[in-house]
């Protein structure tokens, strides 16, 4: 088994202090070890100037503007926290990510893909994703116990950042789990994993929404955060005000939320023209 540096135990424990989830801590030790890699030398050995050409490497070859931006996350942690060296809280910048409009499917869409979903617990799980609006990560460390029938409501205990929370739970979805428990008798995860005592994994849904989406033949990517997507923008344009929306997802900041009225096409479409308003004759009279 190979031993942990006295480097990175340290950066582990410092993480570990400031309560960063553990996809946190496992997405930072990567991103530090590959920029350690690429300049095989230890990373503290190593200063702004090497982040700064390793920055440039990335963006050469095209990597995502959230992968570059979570590599600075992780060596602005590892530099400014780790090593103390506060300047790297300045001298480690993010890039500006292009805005990109979520993927939604549409209401017919979200039926033909859940019914493609192949084997029972997928297809609860991913119904449950968007149900209630839950990320992949949520739903599948979802327990029995999670499942508030009473105040209807589905408590998740470890959202994103560490924060629970309440999503809402349906009649509807709540039959649909119930109906799901009788037939799969889950023990303490709701959707159990392969191994005993597991719960199922994030990479095994995502799977499972690929052979759906070309199951169901649909054009847009299709992923288990699109349905979440779909959520939230089928709220919005029943009228759910954006605020209940917000609290609904967890978002910690309103403008994570109101990307989605960009998406939601019958607001758009219905919202009166003040155009139509004005009373003007343009086309001259044949």
Known sequence: MATTSPLRQRMIEDMMIRNLSR???????????????????????????????????????????????????????????????????????????PEKLPAVLNAEEVVRFLEAVEGLRNRIALTTAYAAGLRVREVTR????????????????????????????SPR?????????????????????????????????QDACRRARKQARIDKPVTAHTLRHSFATHLLEAGVDIRIIQALLGHADLSSTT?????????????????DRLSCQLIPPE
């Open 142 to 169: 979802l327990r029995i116990a999670s499942i508030d029938s009473t105040r209807m409501l589905i408590h998740i205990e470890m959202g994103k950042g560490g924060k629970e929370r309440y999503a809402m739970l």
């Open 23 to 97: 996809a946190t801590q496992q997405s930072y030790i990567y991103a530090v070890a590959r920029f350690s890699r690429h300049f095989n030398s230890s990373p503290d050995r190593l200063g702004m100037e090497e982040v700064r050409a390793y920055q440039l490497h990335l963006v050469a070859k095209n990597h995502s503007w959230s992968h570059i931006n979570q590599v600075a996350c992780a060596l602005r942690f590892f530099y400014g926290v780790t090593l103390g060296q506060k300047e790297a809280f300045e001298r480690i910048v993010f890039g500006r990510e």
């Open 259 to 275: 990307r989605y009225a960009h998406v939601a096409t019958n607001l758009i479409a219905s919202t009166p023209c003040p155009f």
């Open 173 to 205: 979805l709540l039959y649909i789990l119930r109906t799901y428990w009788r037939r799969a008798r889950p023990s303490v995860w709701l959707f159990q994993g392969q191994e005993p005592g597991n719960h199922v994994s994030t990479g095994a849904l």
